[in-house]
């Protein structure tokens, strides 16, 4: 997502298009905080502005457990976190969703959590599962970073797309490429890290300052990246905007099919596959919860097959439990990478600010 949304994936995008998404609580109502104690039927989920979930779901999850969600929103993915660690040792409420691998050492580190094994986790692949012996937060979805393309220019121009981080910086694609701040955008980081990941600690400043030289624009955040710049877009499309090449996510292209009307038989936008870095995002049972046992439900529920299969339509992210079935409409538009970028997160954990002020005083300066 440190997400400016978390990622600012299909919720965002939807939004974009004029799609309220659904981001119902089990009763229909969202409330502004717990104040239920332990044996309260009420389970508070705190996350971020992107969350989203079907009622009927939610509702599911009261009939099997007894439970009520109420879904308290504080912002995006960061300032979520923020606010948590503020209220340590007194929350907001019981469960926090949506902590990924760039700021999980930040949730970890200030104690957040406390410690459960969600039911479950032996569905979960364990090279998700990045806190597997302490189990003090729960692996819920993932996501890609990458770079879309605008199927319509590049075959107008008869240019092949980029496939590859090193293929952005060479000539044929200069002022093309649109990326977002990684100062102040989740996918901003999630491609600078895949920068890193790609070239290394010592081989990522160079590479920026190729794709400087090749003509990148940066911007502040997602939406204007998306919606405003890239001509691939509804958004853009509308806007007149004139960059073919933007850094979104792998599963934009289907929510361009899914919220366009009418629909069509393939998806404007393409995917760049070898230019991606790999989120996971997480949830975990606040430390000083006051309802403990409805949070513990709730972390077992994310990771139910009910739950992981409402996400692909819901947030566009992907299920972590292997028996989860993914809409056809996901499938049949998105794109599966098989070799993202990653970077450990104890890596980015001692890294981060001080990669994000460089590449600041590098690209922007």
């Known amino acids: 997502m440190n997400s400016q949304l978390r990622r600012a994936v299909g919720t965002a995008l939807a939004a974009a298009l004029g799609i309220t998404s659904l981001a119902a609580c089990g009763n229909g109502s969202e409330d502004k905080g717990s104040g239920d104690g332990a044996g309260s039927k009420t389970v508070t989920l705190v996350t971020h502005e992107s969350f989203a979930a079907s009622e009927a779901v939610l509702k599911e999850f009261t009939k099997r457990t007894g439970y009520t969600v109420k879904i308290l929103k504080s912002g995006d993915a960061g300032t979520a976190l923020n606010k948590e660690i503020l209220t340590k040792g007194s929350p907001q409420g019981d469960v926090f969703f949506g902590v990924d691998n760039t700021l999980l050492s930040r949730a970890l580190d200030n104690d957040l959590f406390t410690p459960y094994e969600a039911k479950g986790l032996d569905r979960v692949a364990p090279e998700v599962q990045l806190d597997k012996d302490k189990h003090r937060v729960t692996p819920v979805d993932t996501g890609d970073v990458c770079v879309n393309y605008d199927k319509k220019y590049f075959a107008e121009k008869k240019l092949a797309p980029p496939k590859t981080f090193a293929d952005l910086a060479k000539p044929a694609y200069k002022n093309l490429l649109v990326v977002e701040n990684a100062a102040t955008s ?3 980081l999630g491609f600078l890290l895949g920068s890193v990941g790609a070239f290394g600690e010592d081989g990522w400043q160079d590479y920026w300052k190729k794709l400087k030289a090749n003509g990148v624009k940066v911007v502040d955040g997602w939406e204007q990246a998306y919606n405003e ?31 366009a009307e009418p629909q069509p038989k393939e998806a404007p936008t393409g995917v760049a596959t070898g230019t991606c870095f790999r989120q996971i995002e997480f949830a975990g049972l606040l430390d000083g919860a006051k309802n403990e046992k409805g949070g513990k439900a709730l972390l077992d529920f994310l990771v139910s097959r009910t739950f992981q299969e409402d996400m692909p339509l819901n947030m566009f992210v992907h299920p972590v439990v292997s028996d989860a079935k993914l809409p056809e409409l996901f499938t049949e538009h998105g794109v599966v990478v098989d070799e993202p970028e990653t970077v450990a997160p104890a890596t980015i954990a001692g890294k981060r600010e001080q990669w994000v002020r460089s590449w600041s005083s590098l690209v922007l300066k």
Do not use: H, I, Q
Not at 231 to 259: F, I, N, Q, T
């Open 186 to 188: 989740s996918p901003g």
């Open 229 to 259: 710049e890239f001509s691939g877009s509804a958004g853009g499309r509308k806007a007149g905007a004139d960059r073919p090449l933007v850094v979104s996510y792998a599963s934009s292209p289907p929510v361009e099919v899914l919220y």
